[in-house]
């Protein structure tokens, strides 16, 4: 189980991340599987088609980054 930041319950982690890095083992111990399924599956691609990111663009991808810890409270 996962303490999860962003719905502050208690609740079945993320076994299917795996990337390297601080942010992933953050999102690894602090964010549910429902929570990033949401970023996952729905946000992640309203925020590209918003701000029509091109993720061949680090600048880019480093603000979808950003927005993602946003919607994930872990800033
Ligand atoms: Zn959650």
Same mark, same amino acid.
């Given at each position: 189980m996962t303490q999860c930041v962003k719905c502050n319950y208690d609740k079945k982690g993320i076994e299917s991340l795996v990337f390297q890095g601080e942010i992933w083992n953050k999102i690894r111990n602090n964010i549910c599987m429902d929570c990033w399924s949401e970023w996952e599956d729905d946000m992640q691609m309203k925020v590209m088609n918003e701000y029509t #990111?091109? #993720?061949?663009n680090k600048q880019h991808r480093k603000y979808l980054t950003e927005k993602m810890k946003e919607f994930l409270s872990l800033n």
């Open positions: #990111l091109d #993720l061949s």
